[in-house]
């Protein structure tokens, strides 16, 4: 299947519980790279959200962003800053002894010290798994994760229209390859009748250097087992495509087997145009490798 590893999506859950958003960016990239961004409350719930992510995608750098609001009346709590409260206490029983305090230190005393009182608002307990808001999350991630699919597939659509219009003139100019390397080959024939007729005229010449002379020339113009490795790369191509499963890491592969057929035929093959439909091959294959970087 031809989908984009480019994407972007994004989901609010809102109730009267709380209000979740979930954010998931996509791009390029060889292998599942995974980034999180979301509250410390929410760290247990890590491996889970990388879990459902993993389970929907194969490849690509994920940005994934969460926030969570919760609604309702906010819960403080205080924290007393015991390390700071030792030494201060201490102090104060040494100033009382020298007669510099009297009394004992009160709360409004101590309320005078911003490092005695930490005072702020509890977080929303959401690190639970199975919790109201783990289960929100989840719904939220799910629906963005749904998005972001339907642009993969979207823009997906766009690059294999791209990429089967290339693969249809590959298999046409390599088909013009082969015809071009044949008629090289009737031409090398008579070129090769001309040099045995010589050799043949020379009373001394050996028969197995005329034999050898002539298996040289043979095997180095024909071409045939190249053109049917790279008919069946396009049909594998056409396969892969038709699959449901991702293929962006295989059609890399593939198109470096058909450059490597190219190379080949183009070292080999005989005719005045050859060199011009190589390098058009080449071009195409070029073009379609950048085309498979972005395909999931």
Known sequence: MIKSMTGFASVTHDDELASISVTVKSVNHRFLDLQLRMPGTLAPLEPRIRSLVQGRVARGRLEVAVAVQQHGEATMEVELNEAFLGPLAAAVDRARELGFVEG??????????????????KAPDASIEGSPIAERLERALEGALDELETMRLREGGYLRADLD????RLGDLFERVAMVAEEGMAALQVRLAERVRELRADSLADESIIAQEIARFVGRSDITEEVVRFRGHLEHWRALTDSQEPCGRKLDFLLQEMNREVNTAGSKAEGPVVSELIVALKADLEKMREQVQNVE
């Open 104 to 121: 004992s230190l009160s709360v409004g005393d101590l309320l005078r010290f911003p490092q005695a009182l930490a005072i702020r608002e």
């Open 165 to 168: 219009a290339r693969r249809t």
